[in-house]
């Protein structure tokens, strides 16, 4: 679980070269140009949507609500660190 949460630590920091602490739709469309507005704000609602965090208005996520996304209760327990390591990976 440790190694879990360090790749997905690590895969966030890449998607947050700001160090904002929140990830956005917009934010995600800079990292993977490829990916049009509308399939970003999807990842988005799922990333929230799998965190059910209260403090976001659903446009943007933090470090809980994608590690949750990526290992919550949901998630493969063999694909966890390849599912981070892929999202690091693109970026």
Excluded: I, W
Aim: charged residues 30%.
């Amino acid at each position: 679980e440790l190694v879990d949460e360090r790749l997905c630590h690590e895969a966030f920091n890449l998607l947050d070269p700001e160090q904002k602490g929140r990830l956005s739709a917009e934010d995600l469309q800079s990292v993977f140009p490829s990916y049009d507005l509308q399939r970003c704000q999807k990842m988005v609602h799922q990333a929230t949507s799998a965190g059910a965090n209260t403090n976001t208005d659903g446009r943007d996520f933090d470090f809980q609500d994608f590690h949750r996304f990526l290992c919550g209760p949901h998630a493969d327990v063999e694909e966890r660190p390849a599912k981070a390591m892929r999202l690091a990976g693109d970026a």
